[in-house]
C-alpha cells in the first residue's frame, strides 16, 4: 500500500503514472475492506468474549475418552455452527490476558487433583451451557485460592466445573433437552454427596463400574491459548502433577 502510494505522489509531480496507482489504490482498499468483512462476518458465528490464556486441569486420556462418549449426544443438526464443537474436557482453574506469571503460578510439585462431581447443571452462557460442577473442596479448594492470590480474584472461576457442552444462544433451547436426555439414558446417576457420569456403552451395565466416573483425576495442568473459535484453541504447555 505505501509502495503504490509513494508512486500515486510521484505521479502527480511527473503527471504519469497518477491514473494507474489511484485505481490501484482504490481496488486494494476494496479488496482489504471484502477481506476484513469476511473474517468479521466469519467471527460473528462465535461467541465473542473467548477467555484468552487459561490454565486447565486435565483429566486422564482414558477418562477424557469415556467423558467424550457422553458429550457425543447432541441433537443431528443445530441453528449456529459454533455450537456443540469438540473440545477438551478440563475444568478452567485461571483466565488471564497474558501469559505474564501464569506457570509460575503453579506451585512447585503439585499433587495430583481429584476432584469429584457435585450436579449437572444447565447454565445460560456459552461456556457453561451444561456442566458438571465439581466439589470446590481439598486439594482444588487450596489451588483456586492459591491462584487468586498470585493472580487476583478476577482471574479464578467462580464455580468449579467441567463443560460438557458448548452452546450458542441460537440453540438455547438444546440445553435443557440435552441435559434431560442425559436423564433418561441413565448417564447422570444421583449419589449421596453428588452424581457419576455413566460413561459406559450401555449405561447401567454392572460390567462396565469402571466407566461411570464421579469425578476426574486432574494429572496435568495445560496452559491454553484460547482466542477466537473453539476449533483454533491450542496448547502451549502441559505441567504434570506429582
Known sequence: MSRCFSLWV???HTNGLACTCVL???LLARHHGYA???LASSSRIWPNDSP????WLVPTPEQTTLLKRVMAIKPSSTNSPSSFPDFQPHVTLATTLTAAGLKE???DNQLIIRPKFRSVDVGDKYFMS????VHDTGALAELRQHLRARLGDAVVPPIPHVSLYYIDNADASEREKVKEELENKGRIIERPHGVALDCSEHPGNTSSADEVLEGIDGEEIWIMQCNGPVP???VIEKVKLK
Request: aromatic share 8%; net charge positive; charged share 15%.
Open 130 to 133: 451444561i456442566y458438571a460442577r
Open 36 to 38: 476484513r468483512g469476511r
Open 10 to 12: 510521484h505521479g502527480v
Open 105 to 107: 503460578a503453579i506451585p
Open 24 to 26: 490501484t489504490i482504490l
Open 52 to 55: 484468552g490464556l487459561s490454565l
Open 232 to 234: 483454533t484453541w491450542e
